[in-house]
């Protein structure tokens, strides 16, 4: 065998074990919900992203959305990974489910609830955060 031939062979052998190999390390083994917040707020206006997090078999982390999820839950509709809540819902918390769609074995359920007492305050304009701060400088310049 020349050495033409030779590469001719093994050049796509090595592609093929290489690719075997980036496959394998890009194996999801578990996945986990990491929430950046502890409720959920209804209506319309919010949009609660629930994040979910693929434990790889290289030990490293990979965020997740709906390209490698399926997301399901008893209430809301989804728009991605974001779960909107009906404003009038009277229920306390809602139970989620993430299907990894690769391995459908791989899944999570968790149980999340829903704020109470949600209480909009309305922001302040800059006029009424500009008095607050003269009166906290006046106050600190008294003492000094």
Not at 9 to 38: C, E, G, N, R
Not at 68 to 74: A, G, R, T, V, Y
Not at 90 to 100: F, Q
Request: hydrophobic share 35%; glycine share 4%.
């Amino acid at each position: 065998m020349n050495f033409v031939d030779m590469t001719k062979t093994l050049i796509p052998a090595l592609v093929f074990i290489m690719a075997s190999l980036s496959v394998h390390s890009q194996k999801i083994d578990s996945i986990y919900f990491h929430l950046y917040t502890d409720s959920l707020k209804k209506g319309p206006l919010h949009y609660n992203y629930i994040n979910v997090d693929g434990l790889k078999s290289d030990g490293n982390y990979l965020p997740l959305d709906t390209k490698q999820l399926i997301f399901k839950s008893d209430a809301g509709k989804w728009e991605g990974n974001n779960l909107i809540l009906d404003e009038n819902s009277k229920i306390e918390y809602v139970t989620v489910t993430a299907v990894l769609k690769s391995n459908p074995e791989v899944s999570k359920t968790t149980r999340i609830y829903l704020k109470k007492n949600v209480a909009e305050e309305p922001l302040k304009s800059a006029e009424e955060l500009l008095q607050e701060w003269d009166r906290n400088k006046k106050k600190k310049n008294r003492y000094v």
